[in-house]
């Protein structure tokens, strides 16, 4: 059975820095990414690896977060610099696995003072 379990994150002051982790158990990994949805907008892509580890951002978090993917424990993670109030939102990770696409359950990210 696939899941997607998500922790990390939880409330940070502006200009601060949380890590998002994802871990995934099921079958092969070969697309990973972090969405995110702030309240009354759409989900919005944030970030993604490919299995040899290429990567791609959304405009507005290019030199703020990074992702990053553990092939033995299965993990890839966001790590979020600089964040500000724009950022706040529940966030996602999503994998492309051999079974299929699949997503985490949400974690919630508030970026206030």
């Known amino acids: 059975q696939v899941q997607l379990v998500e922790s990390g994150g939880g409330l940070v002051q502006p200009g601060g820095s949380l890590t998002l982790s994802c871990v995934a158990s099921g079958s092969d990994l070969y697309f990973m990414a972090w969405y995110r949805q702030a309240p009354g907008k759409q989900r919005e892509w944030v970030a993604s690896?490919?299995?040899?580890?290429?990567?791609n951002y959304v405009d507005s978090v290019k030199d703020r977060f990074t992702i990053a993917r553990d092939r033995a424990t299965r993990t890839w993670s966001l790590r979020m610099n600089g964040l500000t109030p724009e950022d706040t939102a529940v966030y996602y990770c999503?994998?492309?696995?051999?079974?299929?696409?699949?997503w985490g359950q949400g974690t919630q990210v508030t970026v206030s003072s």
């Open positions: 999503k994998a492309t696995m051999s079974s299929g696409v699949h």
């Open positions: 690896i490919t299995s040899g580890g290429a990567t």
